[in-house]
Nanobody, 125 residues
Framework: QVQLVESGGGLVQAGGSLRLSCAAS????????MGWYRQAPGKQRELVAT???????NYVDSVKGRFTISNDNANNTVYLQMNSLKPEDTAVYYC???????????????????WGQGTQVTVSS
């Protein structure tokens, strides 16, 4: 089993900052990528940012220049630094990880996708 534990959500005023963290633990041989998705009320879950184990980041256009994703491979942790927050950033943010559970899965290219429980981010105007 793999667990993703998120932290860092909360309430902030527009223009403020928050930093989300997500730590993966359990049956992990190697992590291919980790990322953050969000879901606002009445909307579909959307990609916010992802990062490969090699450090290549990818962002949705609406957060480029404001959010920065980073990782700590030694501790299987991903961070999302969110600056210049806007009310439209309000959502539940979910951590995501694409993981090889063991060496056989790694050699076969078999990935398991895991999700965290979500953390609420609320930006007031």
């Amino acid at each position: 089993q793999v667990q993703l534990v998120e932290s860092g959500g909360g309430l902030v005023q527009a223009g403020g900052s928050l930093r989300l963290s997500c730590a993966a633990s359990g049956s992990i041989f190697s992590i291919k990528s980790m990322g953050w998705y969000r879901q606002a009320p009445g909307k579909q879950r959307e990609l916010v940012a992802t990062i490969t184990s090699g450090g290549t980041g990818n962002y949705v256009d609406s957060v480029k220049g404001r959010f920065t994703i980073s990782n700590d491979n030694a501790n299987n942790t991903v961070y999302l630094q969110m600056n210049s927050l806007k009310p439209e950033d309000t959502a539940v943010y979910y951590c995501n990880a694409a993981i090889y559970s063991n060496s056989y899965y790694y050699t076969q290219g078999l990935l398991d996708v895991h999700w965290g429980q979500g953390t609420q981010v609320t930006v007031s105007s």
